[in-house]
């Protein structure tokens, strides 16, 4: 047989099944917006994204309460969230997303709890490596959500809730995102992990703002 090429094919067999590692600034949708639960009771907020290319970023989860209901920090970020979709609130309900089956070693659509509100959102997302210690004293990478923008107007959360039409903050926030890249969180032997650093918008907004939708 004979093959002609398919530049099409060509082109998507780049971002086939392909992860995001790096640093950056992606714009994509939401492909899972699960509610989760830790083994010591914390409770949040468990997003899957993927990008416009069609690669994907898995387990970007944001912890948001402890076992006592506290709020823990990324909570702000599940503000910013809500406030790019213009959202005023989620509801938890059922929702269908893929799913890592270890044991089959392939993805699988699964059934659980989640925010069908989120499901299926485009929004843009900066994107930081972390490195840090696991439980078995072994160092891992991870991505973790820097800050949150519009997909459509590049608008920050507080932008959003001002009413802004230009987009003024994420530029700087990009350029802090890239002036450090990657975040050690690694513990040292004998010591406790480092304090991780907090993204540039994370102003008080989230306390009782305007919202203006």
Not at 75 to 95: M, Q
Request: glycine share 8%.
């Amino acid at each position: 047989m004979s093959y002609t090429l398919d530049a099409t094919q060509a082109k998507a067999a780049d971002s086939l099944g392909s992860s995001i590692r790096e640093t950056g600034k992606y714009i994509g949708t939401i492909t899972r917006a699960e509610a989760i639960t830790s083994t010591k009771g914390t409770k949040g907020l468990g997003l899957s994204f993927k990008a416009a290319d069609g690669a994907t970023a898995d387990y970007l989860d944001l912890w948001t309460h402890n076992k006592d209901g506290e709020d823990l920090s990324s909570l702000k970020t599940v503000n910013a969230i809500l406030a790019c979709l213009k959202l005023r609130g989620i509801t938890e309900g059922a929702i269908a997303f893929e799913k890592w089956n270890k044991d089959k070693k392939a993805r699988e659509t699964v059934q659980g709890k989640g925010y069908p509100d989120l499901m299926g959102k485009r929004i843009g997302f900066l994107l930081r490596k972390e490195l840090e210690t696991d439980d078995k004293g072994e160092d891992r990478d991870r991505l973790a959500i820097y800050a949150v923008f519009q997909a459509d107007t590049e608008l920050t959360a507080s932008e959003v809730l001002g009413q802004q039409t230009k987009p003024e903050r994420l530029g700087k926030m990009f350029d802090a995102l890239m002036a450090k890249p990657v975040n050690d969180k690694r513990k040292a032997p004998g010591s406790s992990a480092r304090p991780a650093a907090s993204s540039s918008d994370s102003g008080d907004w989230t306390q009782d703002p305007d919202i203006p939708f």
